[in-house]
């Protein structure tokens, strides 16, 4: 079996994340945590919890670092996270998450920090494209899913999520661009950051991902 990892998947909305993220879960055997996933399932479910999260969301604004923390602790302390190791993929987002994010892991932190590297005109354009699926979630494109098609896998119906909207999508880039500039000083002076080019195929990203990974993991032994 391939070895473990702790990683933290950063990059601008639009890059690629929960694809690639996905991949290295199963490449790696390690559960996909993605703080946008999970809070979809409680907006959905209409949670006391998922009530807060929606005001947020539908702004495009990012939720509390205190609450986004709590989730992801709960989270990580789940027996596969904890004894194999996790795809972080959604936190943290600021440099007080990172902190808080080692004072989770201690004695031990992540192994790496990847930043998917993104032109900001390509990222809007990929997520005003994007369409969703309202029942297992499957990603498509308004190209070949406009809303209302049917989901190829489940029958549900295809459609834009509502904080992908060109005017929320521009909110959620400005704050993340705002917000992350101290997280990757955080992670660079560790000698823990490492970037990524995020365009081109999806295999070919991919294995731009597993060879850094694999290398960087490999001079640490």
């Known amino acids: 079996m391939v070895p473990g990892v702790r990683l933290v998947v950063l990059g601008m909305q639009g890059a690629g994340k929960g694809t690639q993220c996905g991949r290295l879960s199963t490449h790696y055997v390690v559960p996909h945590i993605s703080t946008g996933d999970m809070f979809r399932v409680a907006v959905k479910a209409n949670t006391e919890a998922g009530q807060v999260l929606a005001k947020y969301m539908e702004k495009g604004e990012l939720v509390p670092d205190d609450v986004t923390t709590e989730v992801v602790k709960d989270r990580l302390l ?43 005109d390509m990222a809007v354009e990929r997520l005003a494209s994007r369409r969703v699926c309202s029942e297992c979630g499957t990603i498509y494109s308004s190209l070949t899913h406009p809303d209302g098609t049917p989901c190829d896998l489940c029958g549900g119906i295809v459609k834009q999520r509502g904080d992908d909207t060109k005017e929320a999508i521009a909110r959620r880039i400005d704050l993340y ?41 490999g001079t640490k032994r």
């Open 78 to 120: 789940q027996p596969d996270a904890a004894e194999r190791g996790f795809i972080l993929d959604g936190y943290p987002r600021t440099a007080p998450q990172a902190e808080s994010l080692t004072q989770i892991l201690s004695p031990e932190d992540v192994d790496l920090a990847i930043d998917l590297e993104i032109p900001r």
């Open 177 to 217: 661009q705002r917000d992350t500039e101290p997280l990757f000083d955080h992670y660079m002076r560790r000698d823990m950051l490492v970037t990524i080019d995020a365009l081109g195929g999806e295999d070919e990203v991919f294995g731009r991902l597993v060879r850094a990974i694999d290398y960087r993991r």
